[in-house]
């Protein structure tokens, strides 16, 4: 293909990716109203009714958010079913990008791309998983430290800026485990590297969590290191694999197996030389 040729299949790509989010940004939008929007104000409805602020209803079961402005409920309308939108089409558009970069790639290397795809996404979706879990008392925490004289109201977009920091947090740390092993496959980090450093991957998880975790409470954290500590030594082990692999593939191909006074064989085979070229 030429450059036009190409340039024209990655417009095309990018427009049936931005059409399939289009649509699901309008699905979500209608979604909103049938069970989205109490699916994200379902952490901050299991607050104790002390420590937030009744509806207008007055019953412990109301727990709207604020919305300070004429523009800001549509906005924060709009912005929930764009982010779950770009999510709920992530194959999609996902699967558009692999089609233009596939027809470059080897099989192997196709076949190592979809397995990492699918590794970050699944990654990416436990961690998401577990921040949301996390919320509620990471809420509760937070919240009860205004005292009991206090009554905190949220506005819904302090409230959705903080639950998108929570899922974005967990989702992206949950990633750097699967950085390692990238890193080792294409040789940049060794398994004698990584297990060396056991005890300071441990120890700089916890400390990375500590700072990551927007609730900063000690239940948050530990949710967040311990499986990060989990999947690093999974990627220690997935390692060490890879390098006895690496290591056995290049004792085939060279003479380790000789030792230091021992002749390595040649090829003594005749070989036939090249026509010498006519530059006259």
């Known amino acids: 293909m030429t450059l036009v040729a190409h340039l024209r299949e990655l417009r095309n790509r990018i427009a049936l990716a931005l059409l399939f989010i289009a649509v699901a940004t309008a699905f979500c939008f209608w979604w909103y109203d049938h069970g989205l929007g109490e699916f994200i104000r379902a952490p901050y409805c299991a607050v104790p009714v ?15 958010l604020l919305v300070t402005d004429v523009f800001g409920g549509a906005l924060i309308r709009l912005k929930i ?31 190592c791309g979809l397995i990492f795809v699918c590794a970050s996404s699944a990654l990416f979706a436990l961690g998401a998983a577990l921040a949301y879990y996390s919320l509620r008392t990471g809420l509760t925490l937070l919240l009860g430290f205004a005292g009991t004289n206090v009554v905190v109201a949220l506005t819904a977009q302090d409230y959705l800026g903080f639950v998108l920091s929570a899922l974005l947090a967990f989702g992206v740390s949950f990633e750097l485990p699967l950085l390692a092993v990238a890193l080792n496959l294409v040789g940049v980090l060794s398994h004698a590297a990584l297990g060396k450093s056991r005890r300071w991957i441990y120890f700089l998880t916890i400390v990375f969590a500590a700072f990551v975790t927007p609730t900063q409470d000690p239940f948050t954290m530990l949710l967040m290191a311990l499986p990060m500590c989990v999947l690093f030594e999974i990627a220690i082990q997935i390692a060490k694999v890879v390098d006895k692999r690496r290591a056995r593939r290049a004792e085939a191909e060279s003479f380790h197996h000789l030792s230091d006074d021992e002749a390595s064989p040649l090829d003594a085979r005749a070989s036939t030389l090249e026509e010498p070229i006519d530059l006259a």
Do not use: M
């Not at 002390?50 to 709207?64: I, Y």
């Not at 770009?86 to 196709?110: C, D, H, I, M, T």
């Open 50 to 64: 002390s420590d937030r602020a009744l509806g207008t209803g007055g019953s412990s079961h109301d727990c709207r």
């Open 81 to 111: 079913a764009a982010t779950a939108g770009v999510v709920v089409s992530a194959p999609l558009w996902l699967y558009q990008l692999g089609r233009f970069v596939a027809p470059g790639l080897k099989q192997n290397e196709r076949r």
